[in-house]
């Protein structure tokens, strides 16, 4: 079964400082992965998605992603993190039989 | 953009009672639709996947007479809670997926339920 791991609860960064958000991956065959942005009471926002092709994804709001297949990696990235960056952000995995499937959450708190 | 819309967004109901929350495909035609929980912990939990005209398919260890769910069209999915108790008080949230929308999944805004 496909999977994805989050191993960061939380992750702080000043405004202005670059911010990684971690995500790992398990799957058989070619892995589609997403992320989204939740903030509080709200459904989710959709960031990103790799399916094939270059690397490095770009998004929504600035983020960036980079699809590391020899590491089974898929980090979401932003130069320069703002306030109202501060979220609850998910990185996902489609399942062949279309299902997402979700890792467990970051937080994201970005410090003014 | 693709816009699903959820209602209600927050509703309190007392226990015994049923609770009936909706999820619209506004733009699009949403052949296949998902149900997740969202635990105070935060993670996302699959509840089931329906298809538009088919029964759901639900996962593990949800109670499919508990958590009844409706795909009649392909812009409406319902998911009933029945029989409501305190247990079943979460976040509730919709995702709706085209055929014609490439890998996209639209989520709905979710609803609170709060069982008392």
């Known amino acids: 079964a496909q999977s994805v791991a989050q191993p960061e609860d939380q992750v702080n960064v000043a405004e202005g400082n670059p911010l990684t958000v971690k995500c790992t991956y398990s799957v058989s065959g070619n892995p589609y992965l997403f992320w989204y942005v939740q903030y509080p009471n709200r459904g989710l926002q959709f960031l990103l998605k790799y399916i094939t092709g270059d690397n490095l994804v770009k998004g929504s709001y600035g983020f960036e992603a980079e699809f590391n297949k020899s590491q089974t990696s898929f980090h979401l990235k932003k130069p320069s993190a703002l306030v109202s960056d501060s979220a609850l952000y998910f990185c996902a995995v489609r399942e062949n039989t279309d299902k997402l499937i979700f890792g467990t959450g970051t937080r994201l708190q970005v410090f003014p | 953009g693709a816009v699903v819309s959820q209602h209600p967004s927050r509703v309190i109901c007392k226990s015994g009672t049923s609770v009936k929350i909706e999820c619209r495909s506004l733009?699009?035609?949403?052949?296949?639709m998902f149900w997740y929980r969202q635990f105070p912990k935060k993670s996302l939990m699959l509840m089931a996947t329906s298809n538009e005209g088919s029964k759901a398919t639900y996962e593990q260890g949800v109670e499919k007479d508990k958590f009844l769910i409706n795909h009649a069209s392909l812009t409406l999915s319902t998911l009933t809670v029945t029989s409501a108790h305190p247990e079943d008080s979460s976040f509730y949230i919709c995702s709706a997926r085209g055929t014609a929308r490439g890998y996209g999944y639209t989520f709905g805004s979710g609803t609170r339920l709060t069982v008392v």
């Open positions: 733009d699009f035609q949403a052949t296949t």
